[in-house]
């Protein structure tokens, strides 16, 4: 089994920034993909960065510019850098990790984390 723990979280002001982190421990086989979503209140959860073993990178639109994705493979450890923060950031940010635990007849599934607030003030 895949466990995926987040931290980083926290009250930062607008302008600021946070470094969110992810590290996946358990029976792991193999990693595909890393990414971080978001939900804010009254919202659906949406994404936010992704990146696959190939270092290709998918950001969306609204945080394009400002928050960067990278990896620690030997650490399996995903990051998420946040710069010029927005009140509109202002979500849970939940890490997402593709992979295949080493006892599963299945091929790569997907796992999250349990969430860590980010709240930015005006």
């Known amino acids: 089994q895949v466990e995926l723990v987040e931290s980083g979280g926290g009250l930062v002001q607008a302008g600021g920034s946070l470094r969110l982190s992810c590290a996946a421990s358990?029976?792991?086989?193999?990693?595909?993909?890393m990414g971080w979503y978001r939900q804010a209140p009254g919202k659906q959860r949406e994404l936010v960065a992704t990146i696959n073993n190939g270092g290709i990178t998918n950001y969306a639109e609204s945080v394009k510019g400002r928050f960067t994705i990278s990896t620690d493979n030997a650490k399996k450890t995903v990051y998420l850098e946040m710069n010029i923060l927005k009140p509109e950031d202002t979500a849970v940010y939940y890490c997402n990790v593709w992979a295949k635990p080493l006892t599963s007849i299945f091929n790569a599934m997907s796992y999250w984390g349990k969430g860590t607030l980010v709240t930015v003030s005006s």
């Open positions: 358990g029976s792991i086989f193999r990693i595909d993909t």
